[in-house]
Each structure stands twice: as structure tokens, then as C-alpha cells.
């Protein structure tokens, strides 16, 4: 309640505003005679002084000025490990070729070199893939898991039941060289 004085609490606040209603009300109610009423004139007085900052201070608050500024803070999130898809965590990636035919064992790499890794940590069922060197080959693709309590992985080719249509490639070209493009140039006049 916006009349209610805020003191430690808002029920402390509605109980100081009620004590002091009802010792106004018994201040006016008893003779106090010529030194008494003085003193009710002057802390009146102090009152009605002490009521126009504080009027002032509701105006503005209930007014048409009344600030409705909205702060908005933000920090910055921690990058997430793994590969991301529309806003979800990729589990495995599977690779098809040009004729639309599932790859296996294909090792990816991001546009540094790094390798792709979905950062999925260990998983016993999992089947590993190593490079010549020993090293676990975490960007082999796709993840082929074993069939429950066994080393044997039932379809290696199996896949996500998807209809991949053979790609159409556009011929590549090599940029020409400066060199190369005089020389051709050279050769094309008669």
C-alpha cells in the first residue's frame, strides 16, 4: 500500500499509522488547556511542513511521469562443448556420399583442422575406432555401438531411416593463376 511508511516491515509500518490515529484522536478529545493546545498547534504545523514532500513524493511516483524503464542485464554464456543442431545435442553423425550410399568410418574436421568431436565422453558400448598410431579416432563417423553384452556390432551399415537423394554436382573450376590466364590468352589469338 503505497500510504503505508515502510518501517522494517509493512505490518510494523500499518501498526505505527494506527497507534498514532488513535493518539490523535485521543489528543483531540481532552482539554489541554492554553499550554496543551500550543503544543498541538506547532506539532500540527510540523506535520502539515513534513506532508508536502511527502505528497510530492506520491504525485510523482502515481503520476503520468512515473519512470517504467526496463534494465535488462546479460552475461555472457560459457561456450558448450559438443556439436549443436537447432538447438540440440547432436549423438552421432552419418555421412553419405554423392550417389546418396551411408559412409562409414568417415573422420570429420572443422574449418581449423581440429577434429570434430561431439564431446559424448567414454561409453563402454560404444566401438572405437583408432588411427595407425594407437590414438582413438573420436571424429570417425558414424558412432557404431555394440549389440547388449558383446563386442559385435549387429548392422554396421545401419543408418537413420532417411531417403537421400544422389547430389548433381556442379562442374569445379581452379582459379587461374595470373600466369596461366596470359598464357592462355596468348594462345587463343591467331
Known amino acids: 500500500m503505497p500510504l503505508v511508511p515502510v518501517l522494517w516491515s509493512g505490518p510494523i509500518g500499518l501498526l505505527v499509522v494506527l497507534a498514532v490515529a488513535m493518539a490523535s484522536v485521543l489528543v483531540g478529545r481532552h482539554a489541554w488547556g492554553r499550554r496543551g493546545r500550543r503544543l ?10 513534513a506532508a508536502f514532500p511527502v505528497l510530492a513524493s506520491l504525485a510523482s511516483a502515481t503520476g503520468s511521469r512515473m519512470d517504467t524503464r526496463v534494465v535488462v542485464q546479460s552475461y555472457p554464456q560459457a561456450p558448450q562443448q559438443g556439436v549443436f543442431n537447432q538447438g540440440e545435442t547432436v549423438r552421432n553423425i552419418y555421412p553419405y556420399d554423392a550417389s546418396g550410399h551411408l559412409l562409414t568410418d568417415v573422420r570429420l574436421y572443422d574449418d581449423t583442422g581440429r577434429p570434430l568431436d561431439l564431446q559424448l565422453g567414454q561409453d563402454p558400448n560404444r566401438r572405437a575406432v583408432f588411427d595407425r598410431t594407437g590414438q582413438p579416432a573420436t571424429n ?3 558412432y557404431r555401438y555394440f549389440e547388449p553384452g558383446t563386442r559385435v556390432v549387429a ?3 545401419a543408418g537413420p531411416q532417411v ?3 544422389p547430389l548433381v554436382p556442379q562442374p569445379m573450376t581452379a582459379s587461374a593463376t ?7 590468352t596468348a594462345s587463343a589469338t591467331p
Open 178 to 184: 595470373p600466369q596461366a590466364s596470359a598464357t592462355s
Open 155 to 157: 548392422n554396421p551399415s
Open 140 to 142: 570417425a563417423y558414424p
Open 163 to 165: 531417403v537421400v537423394p
Open 40 to 49: 498541538v498547534a506547532g506539532l500540527n504545523v510540523v506535520l502539515v511542513l
